[in-house]
Each structure stands twice: as C-alpha cells, then as structure tokens.
C-alpha cells in the first residue's frame, strides 16, 4: 500500500459501491447461486467470436472514428428504420459507445448543467442520479406505482418546472420488467410539448419485452425529435463484458452528444465493432431474443411456484421480482444477505433502487442464466417451502 500524501475531501462522500458490486462478491465469498447482478452465464454464439478474430486478423485493430465504425452504424441505422421507422443519419445521427453507462453518462453530461433539474422513475436504476448529481444537477423521483410499476404522470407534471432540463425514461424497466406503452409516451408527449425539456431514453433491454411489442421512443416521431435513445449490445448478444452500445438522436443533440464523447472515451474498440455489425446483419438474432428470454421466464417462474415467494409481472427484461412477506419480515438488505450465506442465492435487495432506501420486501433475480444454475437457485429456494425444517427460515 502507498501512503497517501494528503486525506482528499471526497466530492461524492454520500455515494458507496454499488449494490452489483456488494451481492456478486458477497455470493462468491459464500458460494452462492450468484441470480443478482444482471448478465448471463452462458456464451455468444461463436459466429460472433469468428467476426471478431477476422476484424483484428486483418488489421483493424487501430482508432474508429470517433462516431463509431462506418460498418456498425450503417447496420444499427438498418436496424432502428426496421423496427421503428425511423431513418437516423449514419454521419451525424448514430454514435457508438463504451457500453450504454458511458452513453447515459455521456447525454447527462451533455445536457446537464449545474442547478439543472433530471426527473428519473423510482426503482431507478442505479447509474443515472450518481451521473447527474456528478455534474451539478439535481434529481427529482417520481415513484412508479406498485403493484404493476406504472408512471404517475401527473405527479410527472407537478414535478416538471423551468430548471427542469432532461427526463430519463427505461423501458423494458430495470429492475420491475414493466413497460411503457403507447399511451405513456403520449403522455410523456403532451407534458414536454413547448418545453426544452430533452428525454434520455435507456432503451437496452429494447428487444426483451413480452406482454407487448417494445414502444421506442425512436418510434414516437414527436418525442424523437427531443430523444436521446441509448442501446446496448451486451444485452442482446450476451456480452456485456465487451461494453458496446449505441445512442441515436437528431443531429442537433448528437453533436453536443459528441462534444463530450470525443473527450470522455474518443472511440470504442474497432475489433469489436466490427464484429458486431456482421453479426448484425443476421436480425433473427435480436428479434430472437424475447422467445429466448421468454421460455427462461416462465421456466424460472414455474420452478419458483412452490415457493412462498410471491412472483411480481415480468413483461420485459431478463429480471424476476419476489415478493417476500410470507417468508421474513426482515428488511430487504437484511433478507438478501441473509439468502446469500443461509439459502445459498444471491439477489438484489429492491431498496438499492430508491434514493431514500423505500422498502416493500421485494428482491429481484436475474434469470439470464443457464437452466441447470436456475434449476439448482430453485432447489435451494426450495428450502423456503412451507414444512421446510425451521432451522432454514430468517
Ligand atoms: C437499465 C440499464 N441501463 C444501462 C445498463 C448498462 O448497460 P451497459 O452494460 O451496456 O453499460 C444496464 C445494465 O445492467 C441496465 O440494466
């Protein structure tokens, strides 16, 4: 260990390591079913590997432009104008990014200033208040209600002022798997219409909805013309490791976009992108997607029937929420911890998501999981049952 010279006064002595982060080490240390922090344990397909190796076999292992490879911008412009109609330039439109983190990081700091209001939906997901408060803003909540984790669009409207300058929308909603629909789009429309106000659309869970075709906001032509709409592919193509996604908007928000990606990443990994936008051109791998994760949750649903757990609506996304009052009254923290060392499965406690630790007794799986690690978290779940030896319960 170095010695440090001075004790530096921490700008940010409120913020700790993320929940992820605190679970997936905790489930090492106590060989827990790690079901907490959202990937897959399962690989790509290797046609994507073999695109990859190809790209840097030929060379193409120096800077991308700073926009993104011409290849994978021209396949994601294709894709976004297939699913939604809508043509983004591929020169001044589409930018490719280390991952959707540094593209929300990148939009928040483009448009946020100092005393600048970001209204976000609690659960929130973890990335966007810690991006905002960074750079001087200051993030009002508004609660999805529960049950069902619908917006509120009327305490929406009440929050909404003249320092108000970006709204953050997820949809498929990490970590309630809810969805927007059209209506909610309509009416986030009607609240911003003759306003500056500019939307941040995190849209990365885009091609895993279930109960209803995924309203983007790309699709919405009145909310695309104020819209930052960010993606990332290491949802759809299982490989979140490689931290490349994307961000569309008209030229106008593109450009400041771009005045801070260049100088917080510059360009995002050319092999990679290269072997994305081959890969792309496959689209059943995407719209694939949704049957894939669907029959993984209904599978995991079923296994978990027997338990006391009460299972939440998932429309979307790859996570499960559990309610658990019939098993502990225990804080949610508390509970999760306590499912990690005693039960064996590691899960995020719902609370991590609220920005005053609100509380409902809910946990959330991630089942992007290979069957027999979701048929071995139920096995220990099954602990839990009624008539299970007491000697398991919190
Ligand atoms: C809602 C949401 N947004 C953004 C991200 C980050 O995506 P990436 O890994 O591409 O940075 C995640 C990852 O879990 C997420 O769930």
């Known amino acids: 260990m170095i010695p440090a010279a001075f004790p530096l006064a921490s700008r940010f002595p409120a913020l700790g390591t993320t929940i992820f982060t605190v679970m997936s080490r905790l489930a090492a240390e106590c060989g827990a079913v790690n079901l907490s922090q959202g990937f897959p344990d399962f690989q790509a397909e290797p046609?994507?590997?073999?695109?990859?190796?190809?790209?840097m076999a030929a060379g193409r292992n120096q800077y991308a432009p700073m926009a993104g490879m011409p290849e994978l911008r021209t396949a994601i412009a294709a894709k976004v104008a297939t699913l939604y109609g809508i043509a983004y330039d591929v020169e001044s439109e589409i930018t490719v990014t280390a991952g959707a983190t540094q593209a929300l990081f990148t939009a928040i700091a483009a448009c946020v200033g100092p005393g600048d209001e970001v209204i976000v939906f609690e659960p929130v997901y973890d990335s966007y208040g810690p991006a905002v408060t960074t750079v001087g803003g200051r993030v009002r909540h508004s609660r999805l209600g529960v049950p069902g984790y619908r917006p509120d669009w009327d305490h929406v409207a009440s929050l909404i002022n003249p320092r108000t300058r970006l709204i953050i929308v997820n949809s498929p909603h990490?970590?309630?798997?809810?969805?927007?629909?059209?209506?909610?789009?309509?009416?986030?429309?009607?609240?911003?219409?003759?306003?500056?106000?500019?939307?941040?659309?995190?849209?990365?869970?885009?091609?895993?909805?279930?109960?209803?075709?995924?309203?983007?906001?790309?699709?919405?032509?009145?909310?695309?013309?104020?819209?930052?709409?960010?993606?990332?592919?290491?949802?759809?193509?299982?490989?979140?490791?490689?931290?490349?996604?994307?961000?569309?908007?008209?030229?106008?928000?593109?450009?400041?976009?771009?005045?801070?990606?260049?100088?917080?990443?510059?360009?995002?990994?050319?092999?990679?992108?290269?072997?994305?936008?081959?890969?792309?051109?496959?689209?059943?791998?995407?719209?694939?997607?949704?049957?894939?994760?669907?029959?993984?949750?209904?599978?995991?649903?079923?296994?978990?029937?027997?338990?006391?757990?009460?299972?939440?609506?998932?429309?979307?996304?790859?996570?499960?929420?559990?309610?658990?009052?019939?098993?502990?009254?225990?804080?949610?923290?508390?509970?999760?911890?306590?499912?990690?060392?005693?039960?064996?499965?590691?899960?995020?406690?719902?609370?991590?998501?609220?920005?005053?630790?609100?509380?409902?007794?809910?946990?959330?799986?991630?089942?992007?999981?290979?069957?027999?690690?979701?048929?071995?978290?139920?096995?220990?779940?099954?602990?839990?049952?009624?008539?299970?030896?007491?000697?398991?319960?919190?």
Not at 47 to 55: E, K, N, Y
């Open 174 to 394: 990490n970590p309630s798997g809810s969805l927007l629909s059209v209506g909610d789009l309509d009416a986030l429309a009607d609240l911003v219409r003759d306003t500056g106000i500019v939307i941040l659309s995190d849209e990365v869970y885009e091609h895993i909805a279930f109960s209803a075709p995924h309203a983007s906001l790309c699709a919405h032509p009145e909310l695309a013309a104020r819209s930052l709409v960010v993606s990332s592919f290491g949802k759809t193509y299982h490989i979140t490791g490689w931290k490349v996604g994307y961000v569309v908007a008209p030229s106008t928000l593109t450009a400041e976009f771009r005045k801070v990606h260049q100088f917080n990443v510059f360009t995002v990994n050319t092999p990679a992108q290269l072997g994305i936008a081959e890969y792309m051109a496959d689209p059943a791998r995407h719209l694939g997607l949704a049957a894939f994760y669907r029959e993984k949750r209904d599978r995991f649903r079923q296994l978990l029937a027997a338990t006391r757990f009460e299972l939440l609506p998932c429309d979307g996304t790859y996570f499960q929420l559990a309610r658990y009052d019939a098993i502990s009254d225990l804080p949610d923290r508390a509970f999760a911890e306590w499912l990690a060392r005693r039960i064996g499965v590691a899960a995020i406690p719902l609370s991590a998501f609220y920005h005053d630790g609100h509380d409902d007794h809910v946990v959330r799986f991630c089942f992007a999981k290979e069957d027999a690690t979701l048929v071995e978290a139920a096995r220990r779940l099954q602990a839990l049952n009624p008539g299970a030896p007491v000697e398991s319960r919190p």
């Open 47 to 55: 046609a994507l590997f073999d695109a990859v190796h190809r790209a």
